[in-house]
């Protein structure tokens, strides 16, 4: 069984952290061996440094998007940790309604953009979207938009079908919200139309120039950037800054913080859930 050399690994932890921001120490080979392991087996690769100039090799860059889906699967379920979807549903989203109510014009839907910036298989954005609806309840009232973006192909794949197994529904949805939200595929579960409507999904490296014609009332970047050196942290957040509108809401890890990396933001405490603002907006 190939393992992965201190040469290999260096070799491969530069090479991930270019495509995909993810910075490896010396510590992760054991990382490199188990997550690309399939890979080399399906290439017919004997090592890991063959593995490696094949890939560099294939113009198809189909290897590659191999190695981003690979690398990147991560942690993920439906409400995870709770205190950010609380925080959604008796903070943020009574507070944004209301201001938006007050520039609204009479008649017009009130927009409410939001974008999970690391969705993975889209857990984090039909959560997102289940809270509105169940605040809200009349949605026709109003102008939804919740964009999901992750680096991985295969993962914005599974989140654009909405079916989940039995094993990912039990990870955090509840039974109300299951039978009511969901319809029972086989021994799958798929989200309802009502709920899909409301989301898109999209592939997007956080580390490439990006721009969305509106500003996002709320972002969600939660538990990607703990994988980036300091300098990307600065980029990402840097960027994330000119992406959320003035009055907006950045919603981040719960072991996370981005003080001393981006002073455009500034931490607010509600209960036990922190988020960040413009600072300009106080």
Not at 73 to 100: A, Y
Request: with cysteine.
């Amino acid at each position: 069984m190939a393992t992965v050399s201190p040469g290999e690994l260096a070799l491969w932890s530069r090479y991930i952290h270019s495509i995909c921001g993810i910075q490896l120490d010396n510590s992760k080979g054991y990382l490199i061996e188990t997550r690309l392991r399939p890979l080399l087996q399906e290439s017919g690769c004997t090592n890991f440094t063959d593995l490696y100039n094949k890939i560099k090799a294939d113009a198809t860059s189909g290897f590659k998007k191999k190695i981003i889906d690979a690398i990147t699967t991560g942690e993920t379920s439906f409400f995870r940790d709770t205190s950010p979807f609380e925080l959604l549903q008796h903070k943020v989203i009574p507070d944004l309604i209301d201001k938006r109510n007050k520039t609204q014009s009479n008649g017009r839907r009130v927009p409410v953009r939001i974008w999970s910036a690391a969705c993975s298989t889209g857990q984090e954005v039909y959560s997102t979207a289940i809270v509105l609806k169940d605040l809200l309840v009349d949605l026709s009232r109003y102008d939804i938009r919740i964009l999901g973006t992750d680096i991985s192909d295969k993962a914005i794949a599974q989140a654009s079908y909405g079916r989940y197994s039995k094993l990912e529904m039990d990870r955090g949805m509840p039974s109300q919200r299951l039978s009511k939200y969901f319809s029972q595929d086989k021994e799958f579960w798929r989200i309802r139309d009502e709920i899909r409507s409301l989301v898109l999904f999209k592939t997007l490296n956080l580390l490439e120039p990006f721009v969305f014609p509106q500003k996002f009332d709320i972002i969600f970047c939660r538990n990607v950037a703990i994988y980036f050196s300091e300098q990307d942290k600065i980029q990402l957040f840097k960027a994330l800054s000119k992406a959320i509108a003035p009055d907006g809401y950045l919603i981040i890890g719960s072991t996370e913080s981005i003080s001393g990396l981006c002073p455009e933001f500034e931490s607010k405490r509600y209960l036990r859930s922190v988020f960040y603002q413009l600072k300009s907006n106080t």
